[in-house]
DNA sequence: ATGATATATTTGGTCAACCAATAATTGGGC
DNA sequence: GCCCAATTATTGGTTGACCAAATATATCAT
């Protein structure tokens, strides 16, 4: 009863070094190029101990802003100055990301993706496709939802599509994905056995090697999501 | 002249730890849900010390593959069994994102921004992309290549796009094709005035608010990218 | 004065010990 | 026998000290 509470949310002191040496660089105090002070300065300055700096420039790392070279020093990467534009801050509030937004993008990754898999997938491809096509309907038959799997086998299609960076994307966008479905609800009982149809005929399509049929099929099977994203 | 030889790549240890626990996980001894072994436990049966483990668990944490609960344990997420499937794999050499791949996903991402922007686009996005070409013309006709101006200019395009994660996603395949463009020396001097006007036109068909044209405008500017990623 | 070499300092990386909060256990009271 | 409180053990978080490599400085021979 008391999980629905608003949650006491204390700010991660990770997180506000970060702001911190975000300011640093937007400020212009650090220019791109330059050296990050080291981090006993750092962590002097801030009044926080060392392990927590590094912590934060390890997410900096991370997510490209900073370059940490062993022995000599952290330098701010010449992307950062792009990145900290709004980076930053989304990954602090990632939850923030609106849902029309996720949608219409993994739409456009989606219908791209199935139409290089149609054009590039090798029989290895369809196989695996088809084992992830039918473990997701075995299960989404057993217990009437069966979100991860069916988000698995368009990870397939994805793989199939030979475009790696394409199928990265995918994969970093999925989890939200997920996570959305999850918390809206999205998923609808009685449509299931229309959308073991329409994978099937993605599937197809891919197999036929056909890419505007392809496409189509998975217009398609994402029309529901779309019209639900739009109201 | 040293620094062009193979650079002798060492394994990240903590990239082994996180393959291990990988491992742990898609092997099935870790179920969605379940706790991971305390870290004191990890860093004993790895032979590593626990600082190394904290680490590997912090960049799974960061992906969302695990939940880190303090004082209490480590949790795998359900979205793990998804993400688990090549998401860290994806991580560990994510340097070798083939050209191709980057600049066809590129394009699908620039395009879609802008006709988006054409749409969607403010008068206070008009004055933040105009001050970016500007910006970007200042720079290239005084030191004759400008990547990062030039890419700032269009990460600006995603922002008036109005889609959050169009924008994300466009942050972070841009360091990548940055490190590409340089690597690779794709700028050449002599068509600086080309892009000057390709990038004009591009704002002014945003600017007027014309979708169908914003997208030529783009596949035209980035034509000769794509000759390029093809040969 | 200049150059190379040896030394000292600074750097990020690593580690083992300690802290506070939580979960498990035990003991006592009803 | 059952339930609740006090205690103990376990958990992730934090800290300061130490390490090896890279850099800056000083020293000395030329």
């Given amino acids: 009863m008391l999980e629905n509470l608003s949650r006491i949310e204390v700010e991660n002191p990770v997180d506000l070094i970060i702001s911190q040496i975000r300011d640093l660089i937007s400020s212009g105090k650090i220019k791109p190029g330059e050296k990050l002070p080291p981090e006993r300065k750092l962590a002097e300055h801030f009044g926080v101990s060392r392990n927590q700096v590094r912590e934060a420039i390890n997410k900096l790392q991370i997510y490209g802003i900073v370059k940490v070279q062993p022995q000599s020093g952290t330098t701010v990467t010449g992307i950062g100055i792009v990145a900290i534009e709004g980076l930053i801050t989304d990954i602090l509030r990632i939850e923030k990301t609106d849902f029309k937004s996720l949608v219409?993008?993994?739409i456009l990754l989606e219908k791209e993706a199935a139409r290089l898999a149609a054009i590039n997938r090798s029989n290895d491809d369809l196989i695996k496709m088809n084992i992830a096509l039918n473990h997701y309907e075995g299960i989404l038959l057993n217990d009437g939802f069966a979100?991860?799997?069916?988000?698995?086998?368009?990870?397939?299609?994805?793989?199939?599509?030979?475009?790696?960076?394409?199928?990265?994307?995918?994969?970093i966008i999925t989890p939200d994905i997920l996570k959305s479905f999850t918390n809206l609800k999205v998923c609808n009982e009685n449509t299931n056995k229309k959308t073991i149809d329409e994978h099937r005929h993605i599937l197809e399509m891919i197999s036929e090697k056909n890419p505007d049929g392809a496409i189509e099929a998975m217009e398609l099977h994402l029309k529901d999501v779309i019209e639900f994203s739009n109201k």
Same sequence: chains 1, 2.
Avoid: G, Y
């Fill in 147 to 171: 979100i991860e799997e069916d988000l698995l086998f368009h990870l397939k299609i994805s793989e199939a599509s030979k475009n790696t960076v394409l199928r990265s994307l995918m994969m």
């Fill in 104 to 106: 219409d993008t993994r």
